[in-house]
């Protein structure tokens, strides 16, 4: 049971668990998951750790299959600057390894800032704490549990 599953039960949100076996070599722990799921890319996202104005920090969650934005992510959070955070500061904020970090059940609670095309699904995936292991919630209450807002975040 990791972090982010207990803090969905926790806050008895509607979830499904899925799981399913990580291959080591895989290049895209994101579009992995997709196609062992056989879900659209489209529908898995990312939880990606930003450092804004080299001080602050904030997550973005966008589709496996785009790339963020630091310019978006920057003007969502009202700073001037966003760069990806350290791997190693990642895993040591949110208690997770990279390739299964998850926005829920981070040690702190970060800005959430998650991608507009999230309100296109019913349901979006998202990893569960490790990896093999996704969560699927519908935008909504993944935007309530985490006070988080919708926003463009990938680039064009």
């Known amino acids: ?21 990580h291959d080591p070599n895989a290049e895209s ?32 969650v966008i589709p496996v299959s785009a790339m963020l ?6 003007k969502a959070a009202g700073a001037k600057k966003a760069a990806m955070a350290d791997k190693q500061q990642v895993e040591r904020m ?28 019913s349901t979006i995936f998202v990893s569960a704490g490790r990896r093999g292991l996704e969560v699927e919630v519908a935008p909504e209450v993944f935007k309530n549990l985490l006070r988080a807002s919708f926003t463009d975040l990938t680039q064009e």
């Not at 969905?8 to 668990?17: G, Q, T, V």
């Not at 579009?31 to 997550?59: H, Q, S």
């Open 1 to 21: 049971m990791t972090p982010a599953i207990k803090s969905l039960e926790k806050a008895k949100a509607a979830f499904k668990i899925h799981e399913y076996s």
């Open 29 to 60: 722990y994101g579009l992995e998951a997709a196609e062992k799921l056989g879900i659209d890319a489209n529908r898995v996202f990312k939880t990606l750790v930003v450092m804004l104005d080299a001080k602050d920090y904030a997550v973005g």
């Open 69 to 74: 934005s630091m310019k978006q992510i920057a």
């Open 94 to 121: 949110s208690g997770y390894v990279l390739g299964g970090v998850s926005p829920f059940g981070q040690k702190k609670l970060l800005k959430t800032f998650i991608d507009s095309s999230a309100q296109a699904q």
